[in-house]
Every structure is written in structure tokens, then in C-alpha cells.
């Protein structure tokens, strides 16, 4: 069975940097596109930030110059380095990521459980 399994939220100050880390594991074939939404209470989740297979990102208006997004596919892993932070970025983090299992026919997106981002003097 794959998971998606983030870790590295918390509490920071403003202007302090936190680094989120989700990494898949489980039976897995390939790994395509990778994202990390976020969500705050009564809103829908919003897109941060996306990353292709061969490292191309785009990034919400919100966050572009502040957070950096990147991966490592030898370790089935997605970063999201979040620097300059603000208390508009505290919401919940969500990874996700479309991958195919091993045996599969085609790929699914796969979320992991979310991690808490508090941004707060």
C-alpha cells in the first residue's frame, strides 16, 4: 500500500524559515508530478507549490521568491523549504503526488495526512 508521509511542521516566528519533507513509500513504479497544498480552516485547499519529474516548479504568487520547492527521486521524496516566513502561511501543509503502484495500469494522486505550519510571534 503507498503512503505519503509528511514531516517538519511547527511553530516559528515570523521571518524564520521551516523545511516540510514528504517521502512515498509502499510498492511503487513511478513517481510523476509532486505538490504541496496547504489549507486553513473554512477554506479550500490551495495549490503552494508543483514539481515535474525532471525538476521544472511553479509556485503560487503568494510564496514565489520565499518558499522553494524541489525533490529527490532516488528517495521518493518531495521539500519544501519555506523561508521569510509570514502568519498568512500558517494553514495545514498537504503533500501530494501522482504515482503509479507497481503492478498498476495507471496513476492515482496520493495525499499524505497534512503537518501544521504556525507562524506566530
Known amino acids: 500500500q503507498v503512503q505519503l508521509v509528511e514531516s517538519g511542521g511547527g511553530l516559528m516566528q515570523p521571518g524564520g524559515s521551516l523545511r516540510l519533507s514528504c517521502t512515498a513509500s509502499?510498492?511503487?513504479?513511478?513517481?510523476?508530478?509532486m505538490r504541496w497544498y496547504c489549507q486553513v480552516p473554512g477554506k479550500q485547499r490551495e495549490l503552494v507549490a508543483s514539481i515535474t519529474t525532471s525538476g521544472s516548479a511553479n509556485y503560487a504568487d503568494a510564496v514565489k521568491g520565499r518558499f522553494t520547492i524541489s525533490r529527490d527521486n532516488a528517495k521518493n521524496s518531495v521539500y519544501l523549504q519555506m523561508d521569510s516566513l509570514k502568519p498568512e502561511d500558517t494553514a495545514v501543509y498537504y503533500c501530494?503526488?501522482?504515482?503509479?503502484?507497481?503492478?498498476?495500469?495507471?496513476?492515482?494522486?496520493?495525499w499524505g495526512q497534512g503537518t501544521q505550519v504556525t507562524v506566530s510571534s
Open positions: 501530494n503526488a501522482d504515482l503509479r503502484p507497481l503492478g498498476g495500469s495507471w496513476s492515482n494522486t496520493y
Open positions: 509502499g510498492s511503487i513504479f513511478a513517481i510523476y508530478a
